[in-house]
């Protein structure tokens, strides 16, 4: 098993995931309806939306936590089935959650390589480990004083680090970032935006979340943004303003005209709506087509 993965900076970038048409339903309650989402190798794409948007949802559908209720996913163009974590892994995604799931106690090298050490003669094989982890955090230029310290020593950008790094053991194709800069200080945000774009380098597809616009403005190649479960817009990093994106978010541009509505009642309808159905999970707000929103980027 090897840590280093050749960077594919000059090649074309290359499709490795596409999810279409993916819906969640928890009970009454639809967390995801017809999402369409999609990564490129070497590409940094941001999913962005409100608490309840449903972007929590689809990074555990593709993690394998939740299987999906409808939609395909594809990865390398060929159809496949994530029904639970081991799949993920096995097909090459990562997901670093925000709470890290690291262990205090051990050291950095033990951290890495958890669940999946190296032995030689029936032994752990404690250089190798520590040869690899030295080699993998080079790479990402990664701040860690030392491979031999308890990971409880370190600072929260330093222990992100760890956690993003433990996760490209065994080669993954796209990395799943959920919150990395939450509650960090100035210093170690920057330490791991910059961490962000040596994964980029590498040519790992990389699916960043985060509710810090400046953030994602800074690193992201494209933006895809999520409202009530369902896609309300795609957009280039380098041609989309903050305000555009936070009025896609809050729903000012608004291209899904739905809301949620619980089943097994009828709900509230005002004058210009029309599908007064009470079973319906998505009620529409107006009876006019939704409104389409400024798309930018490539076609899903």
């Known amino acids: 098993m090897t840590t280093v993965n050749p960077s594919r900076a000059g090649r074309p970038r290359e499709r490795v995931l596409t999810m279409r048409g993916i819906g969640k339903h928890f009970g009454a309650v639809r967390a995801l309806t017809d999402v369409d989402f999609w990564v490129n190798e070497g590409e940094v794409v941001a999913l962005v939306g409100d608490n309840g948007a449903g972007k929590s949802t689809l990074v555990k559908v593709l993690a394998g936590v939740h299987p999906p209720d409808a939609g395909t996913i594809e990865f390398d163009r060929d159809e496949v089935t994530i029904s639970s974590p081991a799949d993920a892994q096995e097909l090459g ?172 009642r009828t709900p509230t309808v005002r004058k210009d709506e029309t599908d007064d159905r009470p079973d319906a999970d998505v009620i529409p707000l107006t009876s006019r087509e939704p409104r389409r929103g400024r798309r930018r980027g490539g076609a899903s």
């Open 93 to 264: 995604i990562a997901t670093v959650f925000q709470d890290l799931a690291l262990c205090d106690n051990l050291d950095v090298v033990a951290n890495l390589w958890l669940g999946r050490e190296l032995v030689s003669e029936g032994k752990l094989d404690e250089v190798d480990m520590e040869q690899r982890t030295w080699a993998l955090l080079r790479e990402l230029a990664a701040k860690i004083p030392s491979v031999r310290i308890p990971v409880a020593s370190l600072s929260g950008g330093q222990r992100q680090t760890v956690a993003i790094a433990r996760s490209l053991i065994g080669e993954p194709r796209v990395v799943i970032l959920d919150e990395p800069t939450a509650a960090l200080g100035v210093a170690q945000t920057a330490e791991v935006l910059n961490l962000i774009e040596r994964l980029r380098e590498r040519g790992h597809g990389v699916v960043l979340i985060s509710h810090n616009m400046a953030e994602v403005m800074a690193v992201a190649d494209r933006i895809v943004v999520l409202r009530l479960g369902r896609n309300n817009g795609e957009y280039n990093a380098a041609d989309v303003t903050s305000e555009t994106l936070i009025a896609a978010i809050t729903g000012a541009i608004d291209n899904t005209g739905t809301r949620r509505a619980p089943t097994g």
